[in-house]
């Protein structure tokens, strides 16, 4: 009896290219400033994948919601320019002079977002949007006509990425982002907003807003879903709400019992809210706007952190609160000497050694971005891809 030969099987589909799998390989280390110039230096082969332009691409894209934390900017005071502050532990600490932006004029840091910088010149009636990693540089005019009325200012502003191209743009060419400049009156009755888009070149018209004689602090504004924040300070206190989808402002209360606070930030807080978030000695309160069963909008004590159980610290030592990251949920409050990152969600924490004393400023910029600068440069052993390395 003949005997029934199996089937035959559909030729295998040929496996990809060897490059193309490594190359799906590399894309899923960690978006630390080290990884991939550690990578590089396995062979020429991995050099090669890691350095194409095309690849670091896709890396950055890849990697744009979990951005790290690099650390952070200052307005210089002794030095003319901006300062940056690394606070990535070795090996993948940046080097100190990495972001170097030291203008013979005078440039003031306004915002710091989605790896972007926003600074003003106030008597050129310019605003800069740089992108520290690449170092690409858009000068945009102010609006014209807005600070020609009498008693007009501007008082703060806020930089952005468009939704959806969060760290994923190459530079500030390729990649579309807005810029919101707050002016007000002399008086600061009466408020003004307007917004630049990249994507066409072009200032919104002004949207105004009254309110008791109150002014805009140097807090940097918080983004909470498409909207901003800024707080609001005079015989009473407020947060100015800048809906940018429905292009409208708006008056938020503050929290009960902290109508006039000191020391404290605005935050995105957990289910997309906004958060406040306040110091009262060595205690952290957060609070979060939310709506209760009647749909109105109230706020409600979340957590309370008693940095005493979780940082060294002396009974007699002031905190103050110097920034928040909100890419990675991450605080920046220290003392006279030091300056603590704590990671909200973890609770880990690290420490940095900085005079206060040379900053013009008490307020810190994070930034968080991908790091990949230097892929590229140096020969095939990677000679040129230094980082910091000191403890």
């Known amino acids: 009896m003949a005997r029934r030969g199996r089937p035959s099987s559909p030729a295998p589909t040929p496996p990809p290219d060897n490059d193309d799998i490594l190359s799906e390989i590399l894309l899923r280390l960690a978006p630390a400033p080290s990884s991939l110039p550690r990578a590089s230096l396995v062979c020429k082969r991995w050099r090669r994948l890691v350095t194409d332009p095309a690849f670091l ?4 894209a890849r990697h744009r919601r979990g951005a790290p ?18 606070t990535l532990e070795p090996p993948d600490r940046l080097p100190r002079g990495c972001f170097s932006f030291q203008p013979a004029d005078e440039w003031r840091i306004l915002s710091c977002r989605h790896g972007l910088v926003l600074l003003i010149h106030s008597e050129q009636l310019q605003v800069l949007v740089w992108d520290p990693v690449t170092g690409d540089q858009r000068r945009i005019a102010v609006p014209p006509g807005l600070l020609t ?12 990425r468009a939704t959806g191209d969060v760290h994923g743009g190459t530079d500030t060419q390729s990649s579309t982002f807005q810029v919101v400049l707050l002016c007000s009156e002399l008086e600061f009755s009466r408020a003004f907003a307007c917004v630049y888009s990249s994507e066409n070149g072009v200032w919104s018209d002004p949207l105004s807003i009254s309110y008791p004689p109150m002014f805009v602090t140097n807090i940097p504004s918080a983004l909470v879903g498409s909207s901003l924040y800024w707080y609001l300070i005079g015989d009473s206190a407020a947060i100015l709400e800048f809906d940018l989808d429905r292009q409208r402002l708006a008056l938020i209360d503050m929290p009960y019992g902290y109508e006039m606070p000191f020391n404290f930030c605005l935050i995105p807080a957990d289910g997309g809210v906004l958060g406040f978030l306040c110091v009262s000695n060595h205690d952290v309160y957060l609070w979060k706007r939310t709506t209760d069963g ?24 002031a905190l103050k609160i110097h920034g928040f990251a909100e890419d990675g949920k991450v605080l920046l409050i220290g003392t006279t000497d030091c300056i603590f990152t704590i990671q909200l969600e973890s609770m880990k924490f690290a420490r940095f050694s900085i005079h206060l004393a040379s900053l013009n400023s ?3 910029h994070p930034f968080s971005s991908v790091y990949t600068s230097g892929m590229g440069l140096g020969d095939e052993q990677g000679n040129e891809l230094l980082l910091d390395t000191s403890h």
């Open 57 to 60: 691409r896709r890396f950055r």
């Open 149 to 160: 009325r009498e008693g007009m200012m501007v008082i703060d502003g806020a930089v952005l």
């Open 294 to 317: 009647g749909g109105a909008a109230v706020w409600v004590l979340d957590r309370t952190i008693e940095l005493n159980n979780l940082l060294p610290l002396s009974s007699h030592e």
């Open 69 to 86: 934390l690099l650390g952070f900017f200052t307005d210089g005071k002794r030095v003319r320019g901006v300062l940056f502050t690394p």
């Open 362 to 364: 008490s307020i810190c």
